[in-house]
Nanobody, 129 residues
């Protein structure tokens, strides 16, 4: 069982920055790829970013490339999402996610919501224009 707790959301003006954190319970964090998703009001949950278990491989949705950075600290069981140059369209609830099992390869990462079995409660990010 993995529990995920997000923090760091808030209200920021367009062009500003926020750093989201996701703290994971358990001793298997370092063996799992991790992901961030977001859900805007009235819309489906969508993929934002993912990182391999060793942190060497990352992948982003096109709309955040060059603005968002996903990192992890396996010693702290924490994954981060640094968000810069925020836009009003980034407004959403952001969710951290972990797959049900460990990654087979250190280069594995996952972009589909169906690849993940554990989810945090979400943290609200609101970007004002």
């Amino acid at each position: 069982q993995v529990q995920l707790v997000e923090s760091g959301g808030g209200l920021v003006q367009a062009g500003g920055s926020l750093r989201l954190s996701c703290a994971a319970s358990g001793r298997t964090f370092s063996r799992r790829a991790m992901g961030w998703f977001r859900q805007a009001p009235g819309k489906e949950r969508v993929f934002v970013a993912t990182i391999s278990r060793n942190g060497a491989y990352t992948y982003y949705v096109d709309s955040v490339k060059g603005r968002f950075t996903i990192t992890r600290d396996n010693a702290k069981n924490t994954v981060y999402l640094q968000m810069n140059s925020l836009k009003p369209e980034d407004t959403a609830v952001y969710f951290c996610a972990a797959p049900m099992g460990a990654s087979y390869s250190g280069s594995d990462y996952y972009t589909g919501a169906d690849d993940y079995g554990y989810w945090g409660q979400g943290t609200q990010v609101t970007v004002s224009s």
